[in-house]
């Protein structure tokens, strides 16, 4: 599966043209001061039949209903919103690694070091 992260802001600039029926897209939005670029980001893949798979908060029918599905999550503090956000993400990958087989418990490429002093 192909991914990318992407700001809202940004996604005019070219990846935009890869959204169709078949691109699945994971879109924040939370209600906070990029509610507003992150809105119109789902309105513009949405326009291009797109399937957008929405994070958002709880009671945000506007978001819920231009979604193909979405995740809720509690209303909380600004400073919080970001961190209860990524455990869906990080949730979505470890069930998308499982699915295609990969020891999620052994990644390929890490480098460890050890510090000593």
Do not use: W
Request: proline content about 5%; overall charge negative.
């Amino acid at each position: 599966m192909h991914s990318e992260g992407i700001l809202s802001g940004e996604l005019k600039h070219g990846p935009l043209a890869l959204v169709d029926e078949n691109m699945p897209c994971v879109i924040v939005v939370l209600k906070d001061n990029t509610y507003t670029k992150c809105h119109n980001a789902l309105q513009q893949v949405k326009a291009r039949q797109g399937r957008p798979i929405t994070i958002c908060e709880e009671g945000d029918d506007d978001v819920m209903s231009m979604s193909y599905r979405s995740i809720s999550l509690p209303s909380t503090v600004d400073c919080l919103k970001n961190i209860l956000a990524v455990i869906p993400l990080q949730l979505l990958s470890f069930h998308l690694a499982t699915l295609k087989g990969l020891d999620v418990d052994c990644p390929r490429n890490l480098a460890k070091s050890v510090t000593t002093e």
